[in-house]
T-cell receptor, first 110, second 114 residues
Framework: DGGITQSPKYLFRKEGQNVTLSCEQNLNHDAMYWYRQDPGQGLRLIYY???????QKGDIAEGYSVSREKKESFPLTVTSAQKNPTAFYLC?????????FGQGTRLTVV | AQTVTQSQPEMSVQEAETVTLSCTYD???????LFWYKQPPSRQMILVIRQEAYKQQNATENRFSVNFQKAAKSFSLKISDSQLGDTAMYFCAFIQGGSEKLVFGKGTKLTVNP
């Protein structure tokens, strides 16, 4: 089928460890995004990338890092500097007039 | 900075009735797109409707329509003949033409009651 694929669906990590969330797309979208969703907070933009090898901070980039070495891939690393990393993370791709979303990754830090 | 505001955290409606969800946005640009996304309990984001800012005509998709008031920076969603499957979180979103920055409101939780 294809589209935006996020993996894994559920992820558990110990406090203080870095963890990388995968996001792959086969829609040939130039723009890709990472959002964090907490109850009552809606979708908050972490990072976005318009083209390969370029990305911009969103509203809550602290404690996160990304890379965009290939058009198809936009992984998100949650570092130990992120104070409260437990959340639902959504990846999206866009061609400007519509965004397509993955199914999300639920990260729990214990 | 672009912002999107949804002033109704929760709403409920009886099946078959009509409900309107509110959204306002802030931008100084003229080239942008507005969206309503639906997020059911599965948490999959589903595009409901899209509006180009340069189009004066309000977008419609079956039972879903918008009231786009550009001067007032308002973009409300009307759901007619509400169905139980419409129960979900609804997010208003904005993307600036050129910058590709896609920004969402905090959402409105809609419950359709039988």
């Amino acid at each position: 089928d294809g589209g935006i694929t996020q993996s894994p669906k559920y992820l558990f990590r110990k406090e203080g460890q870095n963890v990388t969330l995968s996001c792959e797309q086969n829609l040939n979208h130039d723009a890709m995004y990472w959002y964090r969703q907490d109850p009552g907070q809606g979708l908050r933009l972490i990072y976005y990338s318009q083209i390969v090898n370029d990305f911009q901070k969103g509203d809550i980039a602290e404690g996160y890092s990304v890379s965009r070495e290939k058009k198809e891939s936009f992984p998100l690393t949650v570092t130990s500097a992120q104070k409260n990393p437990t959340a639902f993370y959504l990846c999206a791709g866009s061609r400007g007039t519509e965004a397509f979303f993955g199914q999300g990754t639920r990260l729990t830090v214990v | 900075a672009q912002t999107v505001t949804q002033s109704q955290p929760e709403m409920s409606v009886q099946e078959a009735e009509t409900v309107t969800l509110s959204c306002t946005y802030d931008t100084s640009e003229s080239n942008y797109y507005l969206f309503w996304y639906k997020q059911p309990p599965s948490r999959q984001m589903i595009l409901v409707i899209r509006q180009e800012a340069y189009k004066q005509q309000n977008a419609t998709e079956n039972r879903f329509s918008v009231n786009f008031q550009k001067a007032a920076k308002s973009f409300s969603l009307k759901i007619s003949d509400s169905q139980l499957g419409d129960t979900a979180m609804y997010f208003c979103a904005f993307i600036q033409g050129g910058s590709e920055k896609l920004v969402f409101g905090k959402g409105t939780k809609l419950t359709v009651n039988p």
